[in-house]
């Protein structure tokens, strides 16, 4: 929906030491993104009855 602001997650990348933002997909279920350096793939299912994550802050190892 436009202008409605999209749900991220902090991230913090630590094969890069790098500091970013993954947002949620489409569907909702899940965040993912990309280190923005070396492109690896992280992907954070979205916490749903106390399992999965859901905060908001995370560790790409
Ligand atoms: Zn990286």
Known sequence: ???QPRPFLGIYFS???VYSRIYKNA???AYVGWCPRCMKRIEAKVGKGGS???Q???IAR
């Open 27 to 29: 569907a909702g279920t």
């Open 56 to 58: 908001r802050f995370f």
């Open 1 to 3: 929906m436009p202008g």
């Open 15 to 17: 094969c890069c030491n």
């Open 52 to 54: 999965g994550t859901d």
